[in-house]
C-alpha cells in the first residue's frame, strides 16, 4: 500500500455505514476520488467501481455524515497540532443533468438540477493557508440567498464548530473568499475533496 492509500484509508476509517463491505466500497471511492479530486465519478472509476458507487450512495445507510464522520476526526487531530486554525465558509451550487426527476433536488429546467452545500474548511493560520479538513458541510434546497438563507448557514455552521469541541480562542471564522487556500499536494487536501465529493453524492444518488 502507498503512502498516500495508507493515510486515505486512515482518513475514512470507522464510518458507521452498518456493514463491512460499504466501509470497503468507501475507501476505494476514497482513494479513486483522491488521486482525481477535480473529475467526476464516471471518469475517475471503472464501469465496475462505478456501478458499485451508485448502489453505495444508494443505501440508504450511507449518508453525508456517516462518510465525513472519520475525515473530521482527522481533521480535529490536525487542528489541535496548531495554536489557531482558520475556518473558512462558503456555498457551492452542484449541477446535475436529470435523468428522471432526483428527490431533495431544485430543479432549474426540464433538464437540470441543483442544490447548495455549505461548508466549514479548517485551514491552516501560519500563512501556508494548507487546507486541514471538512468540519462541517451541510446541503440546501432551495439555492437562493432570500430571507438571509446564506447569513443563516453560516451563523450555523459557527455553531456547529463550536459543538464538535473546538475551543473558540483556538479557531477564526471568516469567508472563502477573503481567504483563498493554496491547492497543494498534500493527503489532506486530496482526503477533504474527496470527503466532500463522496458525501454530496449521496445527496443526489436517489431517483423518485
Not at 495508507?6 to 452498518?18: C, Q
Request: with cysteine.
Amino acid at each position: 500500500m502507498s503512502q498516500l492509500s495508507g493515510e486515505i484509508a486512515k482518513e475514512f476509517s470507522g464510518a458507521a455505514l452498518g456493514d463491512p463491505r460499504r466501509q470497503a466500497r468507501l475507501l476505494i471511492l476514497a482513494q479513486r476520488m483522491s488521486s482525481k479530486p477535480d473529475a467526476s465519478f464516471p471518469k475517475a472509476l471503472s464501469p465496475a467501481e462505478l456501478e458499485g458507487a451508485y448502489r453505495f450512495f444508494a443505501n440508504p445507510q450511507v449518508t453525508p455524515e456517516a462518510i465525513l464522520a472519520p475525515h473530521v476526526r482527522e481533521t480535529l487531530a490536525r487542528m489541535r497540532q496548531d495554536p489557531v486554525t482558520l475556518v473558512v465558509h462558503d456555498s457551492s451550487t452542484l449541477s446535475f443533468n436529470s435523468d428522471g426527476s432526483r428527490d431533495g433536488l431544485a430543479p432549474i429546467s426540464e433538464y437540470r438540477q441543483q442544490f447548495s452545500v455549505h461548508c466549514s474548511l479548517a485551514v491552516r493560520a501560519d500563512g501556508s493557508r494548507r487546507p486541514q479538513g471538512v468540519l462541517v458541510a451541510t446541503e440546501h434546497v432551495p439555492i437562493g440567498k432570500r430571507q438571509g438563507q446564506f447569513h443563516n448557514r453560516w451563523a450555523e455552521h459557527v455553531r456547529s464548530v463550536a459543538a464538535l469541541g473546538v475551543s473558540p480562542q483556538s479557531v477564526g471564522s471568516t469567508s472563502w473568499i477573503a481567504r483563498r487556500t493554496t491547492t497543494s499536494s498534500s493527503s489532506s487536501w486530496q482526503a477533504w475533496a474527496a470527503a466532500l465529493w463522496c458525501a454530496c453524492s449521496t445527496i443526489a444518488s436517489s431517483p423518485s
